[in-house]
């Protein structure tokens, strides 16, 4: 079935440094894919919706840059953090749409950051 | 807009327990009804859904039927196992939502062997 990966699955900083996370569709094709934060013992809140060779659209309240996202080709999207601080600590989730699916998306692991 | 609402936990059960998590909805249009289920440190997997009313779900023994009459979508099991502990998002899709799932608020449950 449609595999999501998502890498780094954790990652530990300190303050002010930017974090890459990646998404990738491995064995399909994602014209679209969605970056969700998850805080502790909450739910998913979108960020943003990322398309392929085009801008992301973010959810009110995100900001862009903040949290850049780069969808260049159809298997891979990023979400950087830039600047991180301590309050960007988060569970962080990917999800990619495959046409071919009668899923609305499939999920990665998630990236746990935590800044220092 | 859309929304979901289910119990909120932990739900703590022993093992062999029957497991009920409540789940209603609001859709603007004609949902698809999805349970997803997270393991600790995991993303979300699908673990259900039904498209249409009155249809049921059903995967590793949980089940939920798409009540369109009272807007519900109830996750159940007859007998959980420990394994089964997880947190529980119940979620909708609609046509006009381009793809874009709208998620309740989770519900974790404990199975206590």
């Known amino acids: 079935g449609a595999v999501v990966s998502q890498h780094p699955s954790r990652v530990i900083c300190k303050s002010g440094t930017s974090v890459k996370i990646e998404c990738r569709s491995l064995d399909f094709q994602a014209t679209t894919m969605f970056w969700y934060r998850q805080f502790p013992k909450q739910s998913l809140m979108l960020m943003a919706t990322?398309?392929?060779?085009?801008?992301?659209?973010?959810e009110q309240g995100v900001e862009k840059d903040k949290f850049l996202i780069n969808h260049a080709s159809l298997t891979l999207s990023t979400l950087t953090v830039t600047s991180a601080h301590p309050e960007d600590s988060s569970f962080y989730i990917c999800?990619?749409?495959?046409?071919?699916?009668?899923?609305?998306?499939?999920f990665g692991d998630g990236t746990r950051l935590s800044i220092l | 807009g859309d929304s979901v609402t289910q119990m909120e936990g932990p739900v703590t059960l022993s093992e062999e327990a029957c497991l009920t998590i409540n789940c209603t909805y609001t859709a603007t249009g004609y949902p698809s009804l999805f349970w997803y289920v997270q393991y600790p440190g995991e993303g979300l997997q699908l673990l259900l859904k039904a498209t249409k009313a009155d249809d049921k779900g059903s995967n590793k023994g949980f089940e939920a039927t798409y009540r369109k009459e009272t807007t519900s979508f109830h996750l159940e099991k007859g007998s959980v196992q420990v394994s089964d502990s997880a947190v529980y998002f119940c979620?909708?899709?609609?046509?006009?939502?381009?793809?874009?799932?709208?998620f309740g608020g989770g519900t974790r449950l404990m199975v206590k062997p």
């Open positions: 979620a909708l899709i609609t046509n006009n939502a381009g793809n874009m799932l709208t």
């Open positions: 999800s990619a749409r495959d046409g071919r699916s009668n899923q609305p998306q499939h």
């Open positions: 990322s398309n392929e060779g085009s801008k992301a659209t973010y």
